[in-house]
């Protein structure tokens, strides 16, 4: 049988022939063909068969030897050694997390991807590319990023930061997960938002911290009731994700005095806040209190999640503890996505890019909250991000709201996907950013239909 191994050879093919026989061999072992000892033919037969020089299949064989696929030389002939346990059989469709085609998705989370410029964004990447390739990595992020959210920060977000206080990140979630590790121990609590956005609170759980959930009202996080003897507060005062309230300044600062005489830092996720479409933002937490707030930005709701880029902004003691993390575990943001904000931001491409948000998201919005206002039903959230809620009265209203949307072809998040512990605000989060005009006018009307 292994004189007839199948060895397709394609002698116009730009792989050398050796190659082509180490592949097939080795491809013959994967896949079952050949067992563990069985005998390979002799380099001389196997080019004979071939009809190739003898020495290609010697360095098709010594090639299979060096990687301890074959063993056995020169006399006794050569034998299989080693053969890969069996792959796992592929998942069937229709098993597991398949993503849902043919659903209109209206489910918050994705941004207004339609809005960047495609010229601009190109122009960044192409810039980005003509860099010359870094030998190592800088761990705070490269100087230039940092200059450029500084800047960012100044011009969108009125906070004055020190290139030297912003570190790069991976993005908000990947940031919680590096506080976590530097900052905590495994066991120490933390008070969160509830409902509140879960991926931060998956990053925590994974450095085996406790996550109390600490109830939100129309002021964002009630400080009142912060349990004692947590180390730290999680927190989206800009917008509180998902109810979508602003925590007013009074709430602020007495977070912040909390916050000081409780000798706790206070991570201020400010996801979306370049995105507010009515009155100016409120001055940012970490502005108010650089000596206890981390800022985390992220350029997932304002460009696209897939860059994988964001920053914290944090007195020294905590970025140095991040850095120190960073080289322990060799672990630090990509250099590519910095790069490429870097140079979006460079020729004002940025800033004309969010001041296009600001035009092109209010009538998504506007769409949104008028057909569900004409339905009479109560939506929450302030004139900001990409999201709003519509609130229902209770948890069955809820489950049977998202699954009437989705039997209808609209997938809608339920609140209780937001929440800690036991669901106490109901309702639905749509988003608006991700789905074109035309896509919102049809899928829209369905939701509000199957929540009135
Ligand atoms: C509350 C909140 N924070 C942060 C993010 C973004 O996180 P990341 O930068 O990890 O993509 C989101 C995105 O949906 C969010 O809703």
Redesign the pocket.
């Given at each position: 049988m292994l004189d007839e191994l199948p060895i397709p050879l394609d002698r116009s093919a730009p792989e050398p022939l050796s190659v082509q026989v180490a592949d097939a061999l080795r491809a013959a072992a994967t896949g079952g063909v050949l067992r563990v000892s069985d005998r390979l033919p002799s380099s001389r037969a196997l080019a004979q068969r071939l009809g190739v020089s003898r020495a290609v299949v010697s360095t098709a064989y010594d090639q299979l030897h060096a990687e301890g696929w074959i063993a056995g030389r020169r006399g006794s002939g050569t034998y299989l050694r080693t053969a890969p346990a069996a792959a796992p059989p592929r998942t069937a469709p229709g098993a597991g997390a398949v993503p849902e085609t043919g659903l209109l998705d209206l489910r918050p989370?994705a941004p207004c991807t339609d809005a960047v410029d495609p010229a601009a964004w190109r122009r960044a990447w192409r810039a980005a590319g003509d860099l010359p390739a870094a030998a190592r990595k800088d761990r705070a992020g490269e100087p230039e990023f940092r200059v450029t959210v500084a800047e960012h920060l100044l011009r969108h977000r009125g906070l004055v930061a020190e290139p030297a206080s912003v570190l790069a990140t991976a993005?908000?979630?990947?940031a919680v997960a590096e506080l976590a590790a530097a900052l905590l121990r495994p066991g120490d609590t933390v008070a969160f938002e509830d409902p509140g956005?879960q991926?931060?609170v998956g990053a925590f759980r994974a450095a085996g911290v406790r996550v109390l959930p600490v109830p939100v009202d129309d002021d964002g996080l009630r400080v009142d009731l912060i349990p004692p003897g947590v180390r730290a507060v999680y927190c989206?005062p800009a917008h509180q994700?998902p109810l979508g309230a602003r925590m007013p300044a009074a709430r602020r600062v007495a977070l912040i005095e909390y916050a000081r005489a409780a000798g706790v830092f206070v991570i201020e996720?400010d996801?979306d806040g370049e995105l507010r479409y009515d009155t100016a933002p409120l001055p940012l937490l970490a502005a108010m209190a650089p000596d206890v707030v981390v800022h985390l930005g992220?350029t997932?709701?304002i460009l696209t999640?897939t860059l994988g880029v964001?920053w914290l902004v944090a007195r020294p003691d905590i970025t140095d503890a991040v850095l120190a993390h960073r080289a322990d575990t060799g672990t630090g943001p990509s250099l590519s996505g910095q790069r490429v904000l870097s140079e979006f931001a460079r020729h004002g491409d940025l800033a004309r890019h969010l001041r296009r948000l600001r035009r092109v998201v209010p009538p998504r919005r506007a769409l949104v909250v008028d057909a569900l206002v004409a339905r009479g039903l109560p939506v929450l959230g302030d004139d900001a991000g990409s999201h709003v809620v519509v609130q229902l009265p209770d948890a069955a209203a809820e489950r049977t709201a998202v699954a009437a949307a989705h039997e209808r072809g609209v997938l809608v998040n339920g609140l209780a996907d937001n929440h800690l512990g036991e669901p106490h605000r109901f309702g639905v989060a749509i988003g608006y950013t991700a789905p074109s005009t035309a896509e919102l006018a049809t899928a829209v009307p369905i939701a509000a239909d199957c929540l009135a």
């Open positions: 989370g993005g908000t979630s990947a956005y991926r931060a989206t994700f996720d996801y992220t997932s709701k999640t964001g």
